[in-house]
């Protein structure tokens, strides 16, 4: 029988608590490390709808990549959604473990897969620690495009209805910059690394007065994180092959609608 501290030795040994930013809550949130753990279930989010699934399926511990718990609770109520999912858990006795910033900062987390959607090469990490860790990446786009041309491509290859994006630049993009989640703070980063467009989510108003040489795009703080979810999943399955290890069968949690 497998114990919490099993499933987090391998999450951290890949993504370790060092990398995660000051203002974030990575690690275990519920739970014991000497817990049994049977079995584990990730998402994107710890809902409690996603704690329901759990118990229904039989698991003990739950992985995500947002935590559940950001900062230190008043009042723990089944009336508000954090509230009712650290209940459920609790009551239920589920282990809740989150890899968030540090799975952000890794090389191979949440932006190089962004890169792999679309096939990037020469691809480094945009802001980079003493270690080579870091926020976002820069690489190529398979072969220069024009801006409508770079929309579609990356509307097609993240699977996007719309996106939203500053004015259009002219001539040809060679050299993207992506980040996931809320990327905003990466922008000058990003316009310093020389691309000519910049993918990310969470973009506010403002920021899309862009130079004319520099284009932003905003696919959506879900949309650019969601890679997550299969890169937990291989990697607890890789380690654990008799292992019971599932993804949430509600696997498109998007809280944001477009209508």
């Known amino acids: 029988m497998f114990k919490v501290r099993d499933i987090v030795k391998v999450i951290e040994d890949f993504a370790p608590l060092s990398l995660q930013e000051k203002w974030d ?3 275990l949130g519920i739970g014991s490390e000497d817990a049994p753990v049977s079995s584990v279930l990730i ?8 704690v329901d699934e759990a118990v229904a399926c039989g698991a003990d511990m739950i992985v995500t990549h947002h935590p559940l718990i950001f900062s230190g609770l008043k009042k723990i109520s089944p009336d508000s959604i954090v509230g009712s999912a650290v209940i459920k858990a609790v009551s239920a006795g589920i282990a809740v473990y989150a890899a968030h910033t540090t799975a952000d900062k890794v090389v191979s987390g949440v932006s190089w897969a962004m890169a792999g959607r679309l096939s990037l090469s020469d691809v480094s990490v945009l802001d980079p620690d003493a270690d080579g860790n870091g926020l976002g990446v820069t690489g190529l786009l398979p072969e220069p495009m024009s801006a409508m041309e770079a929309v579609a491509f990356v509307k097609e290859r993240f699977s996007l209805k719309v996106a939203r994006t500053s004015r259009p630049v002219e001539g040809k993009i060679s050299r993207v ?4 989640g809320a990327g905003s703070s990466l ?3 990003a316009m310093s690394a020389g691309a000519g467009l910049y993918i990310t989510g969470d973009v506010s108003y403002h920021h899309f007065f862009t130079p004319k040489d520099f284009m932003l795009m905003d696919i959506g703080h879900y949309e650019s994180e969601k890679d997550i979810v299969q890169i937990l999943f291989s990697l ?3 380690n654990f092959p008799n292992f019971a290890v599932r993804i949430t069968e509600n696997e498109n949690s998007n809280p944001i609608y477009y209508l």
């Open 43 to 50: 998402g994107l989010d710890c809902t409690p709808e996603l």
């Open 187 to 189: 922008i000058d980063r």
């Open 236 to 238: 607890l399955k890789k």
């Open 177 to 180: 910059a992506l980040c996931g």
């Open 25 to 27: 809550n990575s690690g």
